[in-house]
T-cell receptor, first 113, second 112 residues
């Protein structure tokens, strides 16, 4: 079992819908991450929160909106997505010290109709 | 910028045979290197890391990796592969406290 929990596991949405992805960790980690992964490709970093503040935004389109309500929770709000946004969205957490590994959830598989 | 390369898209081995997944790195300064594995329909799982010290690093599930500074390599190894080791493997190098640069990935298939 992974220590980072992501819900839902699967999501199908139309291009006009609004939905949210949720991520939760209880390891006391202070850094949390959102990645996008296409099939058979490495994950691409989208956002990083450190101590509940957005510290990195990798030039992600505004139709993706992250939120970190507290140190254990991370959300990704989705609106007006495009078909090319269909992918596996992975959440990860870490202590925030670069020598420590990131711990990944099992992801949300998102399909845009 | 830090980077890693995985020269093989695919590695095929028979069960019981040694498994090697190759990774080379390019960094300025000391490299902090990681291996992750991704099983179908799962997230990435941490296998092992090299920060400093012994060049042979032992990790989860019987995997180990050898750091070679002169060849700028960090190859992942397992003495006797299992069918259950079939997965996608990623090498990664630390860019800063938060960013990892991943290799393109190597698909390992272990046949029974």
């Amino acid at each position: 079992d992974t220590e980072v929990t992501q819900t839902p596991k699967h999501l199908v949405m139309g291009m006009t819908n609004k939905k949210s992805l949720k991520c939760e960790q209880h390891m006391g980690h202070r850094a949390m991450y959102w990645y996008k992964q296409k099939a058979k490709k490495p994950p691409e970093l989208m956002f990083v929160y450190s101590y509940e503040k957005l510290s990195i935004n990798e030039s992600v389109p505004s139709r993706f909106s992250p939120e970190c309500p507290n140190s254990s929770l991370l959300n990704l709000h989705l609106h007006a997505l495009q078909p090319e946004d269909s992918a596996l969205y992975l959440c990860a957490s870490s202590t925030g010290q670069g020598v420590q590994p990131q711990h990944f959830g099992d992801g949300t598989r998102l399909s845009i109709l | 910028a830090q980077s890693v390369a995985q020269p093989e898209d695919q590695v095929n081995v028979a069960e019981g045979n040694p498994l090697t997944v190759k990774c080379t790195y390019s960094v300025s300064g000391n490299p902090y290197l990681f291996w992750y594995v991704q099983y179908p329909n799962r997230g990435l799982q941490f296998l092992l890391k090299y920060i400093t010290g012994d060049n042979l690093v032992k990790g989860s599930y019987g995997f180990e990796a050898e750091f070679n500074k002169s060849q700028t390599s960090f190859h992942l190894k397992k003495p006797s592969a299992l069918v259950s080791d079939s997965a996608l493997y990623f090498c990664a190098v630390r860019d800063n406290d938060y960013k990892l640069s991943f290799g393109a990935g190597t698909t390992v298939t272990v046949r029974a």
